[in-house]
């Protein structure tokens, strides 16, 4: 999962973005909206955490302005306003949750995996398919009820395809989930991932699609 943090205080942005890579997330952070529409333009996120207060306007102006392009991105807003009227200004500008500062770092990698379990249309964080069960918020995985141990980027791939709801992901699609703005990558990094994971879970549980990249096998037997 790709979260932009989008935070003028840059102690604080380090400090969540540092945590939510941690929790086995690929993170970056912006400070300003102007910054924040850039990142968004240039690759995909699967979620926002947002200030209210940016130096160059309100966090809420940008998120209706995404609302308003048809961006359906998973926005969370992270504020110190904790007032019931700026919550429900905030849900009703378009966010998806609200979380007031000071907050838990577990607190807030469990909302935002709670928004893209919400997101893809599922109740339970466990992912079901044959013989997989795969946890994407703890990057557990099991192969006919067998612990499979996956690192922090094949789980990182794995949970990126499921998400996808079978459509397909470029080569570069699948570095900007796995990898940071400020991290280096290797031309091959997605095809060695893509192998370790066939190995483990077998050669189905990523198809390729000739040409345009990979996506979730299903028949993972």
């Not at 990142?39 to 809420?60: F, N, T, Y």
């Not at 935002?112 to 249309?121: S, T, Y």
């Not at 612990?147 to 949970?159: G, I, K, N, Q």
């Amino acid at each position: 999962m790709r979260i932009l943090v989008v935070e003028d205080d840059d102690l604080i942005a380090r400090g969540v973005v540092a945590g939510l890579r941690a929790y086995g997330l690929t993170a970056d952070a912006v400070a300003t909206a102007a910054q924040a529409q850039a990142a968004l333009a240039c690759s995909e996120c699967d979620a926002v955490v947002l200030d209210r207060v940016l130096p160059d306007g309100d966090g809420l102006a940008l998120l209706a302005g995404l609302r308003r392009q048809g961006n359906a991105v998973p926005v969370l807003l992270l504020t110190a306003r904790d007032a019931v009227v700026d919550r429900i200004e905030g849900l009703q500008a378009g966010a998806d949750d609200y979380l007031v500062k000071p907050f838990d770092l577990g607190e807030l990698v469990a909302r935002l995996h709670a928004l893209m379990r919400r997101a893809g249309g599922r109740s339970s964080n466990v992912v079901e398919a044959g013989a997989l069960r795969f946890d994407p918020s703890s990057g557990d995985a099991w192969l006919g009820g067998e612990p499979v141990e996956l690192s922090r980027r094949e789980a990182m791939l794995l949970a990126s395809l499921i998400q996808a709801e079978g459509r397909c992901l470029s080569t570069e699609q699948i570095k900007d989930r796995l990898y940071g703005l400020d991290q280096e990558v290797g031309s091959n990094a997605v095809n060695v991932h893509v192998h370790n994971l066939r190995r483990k879970l077998g050669p189905d549980v990523v198809a390729t699609v000739r040409g345009l990249g990979y996506r979730f096998g299903r028949a993972v037997r």
